[in-house]
């Protein structure tokens, strides 16, 4: 079931010029310009009589988008603290740009850009004043800070309502306010824990439009569990469940991989008898089942065996008797799905 | 230091932008100037030469004030940002758990000095009433500040103390008033009782707030009893500290 090795895929991002370096570079910036954005290894986080984070490991490479799925519980929140070195882990280790999250949570933390679940925020503070406090505790000086926070605030389209009470703005736009606050330091890597949650459609989507362009400079690492979300923005997923990664792998591969068994239905004028007959005996077919539809019309379902891809060969064979189709389709796993089969344990995984 | 100073800014701003600041500013203004009407009839009936401060300081509102208020005061510093959340964005920035701390306490204490604030106009406002410049001498009224302040942040420190220990400000503040009145009341008045041993008595004598206070409001500035506030402060401050700290072994 555990699937942890397919789980890192690491990405070196570009090869820094060592000469432009030269004699300056120390140890560890070397140390954080190769490693990657996250390793983890085998994490662990105990509270009493409960596991929320059980073993797991990956490793997230510099300039990914990365969603972490799973139901409520299923340890992400507890991980992502654990990331942003809020909470210590019980055991393993966790490095972020090759700091290690305990022993050097300064570090970390001046490359976070974390939003923590439920976006908290001091809501009697006005836009650009709660921002301008947040870039300085990130240690920005005085003329930074302001530049940041115009910035940020040009970039999340919060300059109309800048000297706004965030107690008085609507969730759309407080979301805005905590993206904000999570840039406005320029962190190498961005950690949002359920940042479209609560939102009306709306709302979801300009956040995630932001989280999109956000991709394009930053490694970001979100969690949810709506999969539209991971399907639309990440370009990899770690699905976790009880505190352990079910699966890891690109979007699209994992699509793939687990939609082989995909049926392909067909609507095709014709007896059903002759259908059932001209399918049934094909060595790549598993079992085929004919419903009559409207008309002369009949919906036929072709299960094939071993995953085989069989649209061309239902086709042919639907073309060699003359008749007439009307739709052919081949049933494709969504992430939901998968995420559905997983956690059910279900899944045949190989 | 930059850090540091926008915390402070941040905490003394949050008690002007709700109702809270105001609210225990009036009531401060309210119980002081009771105080005061007090001490004006008194003045009034027998004339003597006991300074004003230590007058006011005899009509048990100053006990009223410092014991009501900081509960208030300290009440929401961390249990309040426990409980929407905001502590966890704020313990994952680059800050210090002792910037965090000594803010939270340099901003209550700050908030606690201007609600006293008023009480200096007054006591100007009589002097230039009465005509009696011998009652109101600076250097009496800066001992009675001093005391002031220095009870201040003992009682800020222990109700920082209370507030990191929940998530409710409800019950930090029960907690920070139980504290208080605790130590205020084993102070008081405790040959009174009877009950005590014999060597507990001077113990207690070093403990009790209302002598110490007393020497204050007097004009006195001494020595030990800097010395007592100053390193009960700091014991409470670094209980908090440590309460802080208590979220990295979990």
Not at chain 1, 73 to 101: E, M, N
Not at chain 2, 61 to 76: A, D, E, G, N
Request: proline residues 4%; hydrophobic residues 45%.
């Amino acid at each position: 079931m555990r699937d942890e090795s397919r789980a890192s895929g690491v990405e070196e991002g570009g090869n820094p010029d060592w000469d432009k370096l030269g004699g300056l570079a120390t140890v560890s910036a070397r140390m954080q310009l190769t490693s990657p954005m996250i390793e983890v290894h085998d994490l662990t986080k105990r509270y009493p009589g409960r596991t929320a984070v059980d073993g797991i490991s990956f490793t997230i490479g510099r300039g990914e988008v990365v969603g972490f799925l799973g139901p409520n519980g299923a340890g992400k929140s507890t991980t992502l603290r654990i990331l942003s070195s809020f909470l210590p882990a019980t055991s393993g280790t966790a490095r972020v740009a090759g700091f290690d999250v305990f022993r050097e949570p300064d570090e970390v933390r001046r490359r976070i850009g974390y939003m923590p679940e439920n976006n908290p925020l001091h809501l009697d503070m006005r836009v650009r004043e709660y921002l301008k406090f947040r870039a300085r505790l990130k240690g920005l000086g005085w003329r930074r800070s302001r530049e940041r926070v115009d910035a940020v605030l040009e970039q999340c389209g919060l300059v109309d309502v800048s000297s706004r009470i965030i107690g008085q703005l609507s969730k759309g736009y407080r979301q805005r306010v905590g993206l904000a606050d999570a840039l406005v330091h320029e962190p190498d890597l961005i950690i949002l824990d359920e940042p479209t949650i609560g939102l009306d459609p709306h709302q979801i989507r300009s956040v995630r439009a932001l989280v999109k362009e956000l991709a394009q400079r930053h490694t970001v690492l979100l969690s949810t569990h709506i999969l539209s979300e991971v399907e639309m923005t990440c370009s990899r997923v770690l699905i976790l469940h009880r505190g352990r990664i079910l699966a890891a792998d690109r979007t699209q591969d994992l699509e793939r991989r687990l939609s082989l068994d995909g049926q392909v239905i067909a609507e095709v004028a014709a007896p059903a008898a002759a259908l059932r007959e001209v399918f049934r005996d094909l060595p790549e077919v598993e079992s085929v089942e004919v419903q009559p539809m409207d008309g002369n019309y009949q919906r036929l379902s072709v299960q094939p065996r071993n995953g085989a891809d069989v649209r061309e060969l239902v086709y042919g064979e639907i073309r060699a008797q003359g008749w007439t189709m009307r739709e052919l389709t081949r049933s494709r796993h969504t992430l939901e799905d998968i995420f559905i089969h997983l956690t059910r344990g279900k899944v045949r995984e190989d | 230091m930059r850090v540091f100073m926008a915390l402070v800014r941040r905490e003394l701003g949050a008690y002007f932008n709700s109702l809270t600041g105001y609210v225990v500013i009036a009531a401060v203004l309210l119980l002081t100037g009771f105080g005061l009407l007090d001490l004006v009839e008194r003045i009034r009936d027998q004339p003597n030469d006991v300074p004003v401060t230590e007058l006011f300081y005899q009509t048990a509102y100053f006990w009223l004030v410092v014991l009501l208020s900081s509960p208030v005061i300290t009440m929401r510093s961390f249990a309040a940002e426990k409980a929407s959340g905001t502590y966890e964005a704020l313990m994952t920035t680059p800050v210090g758990d002792w910037q965090v701390v000594l803010a939270k306490f340099a901003g209550s204490l700050g908030f606690y000095l201007l609600a006293w604030l008023p009480l200096a106009g007054t006591l100007f406002a009589l002097r230039q009433i009465t005509g009696e410049a011998a009652l109101f001498e600076p250097r009496v009224i800066a001992a009675t500040f001093t005391g002031i302040a220095l009870v201040g942040s003992l009682f800020m420190s222990m109700g920082c103390f209370a507030s990191a220990l929940t998530r409710s400000d409800i019950i930090a503040a029960m907690l920070s008033f139980l504290f208080g009145i605790g130590l205020w009341m084993l102070g008081y008045r405790p040959d009174a009782s009877g009950l005590l041993p014999m060597w507990a008595l001077p113990v207690l004598e070093h403990l009790s707030m209302t002598r110490h206070m007393e020497d204050f409001a007097r004009g006195l500035v001494v020595g030990r009893h800097v010395v007592f506030y100053v390193s009960t402060t700091w014991l409470f401050l670094f209980l908090t500290h440590r309460v802080v700290q208590t979220r990295r072994w979990k």
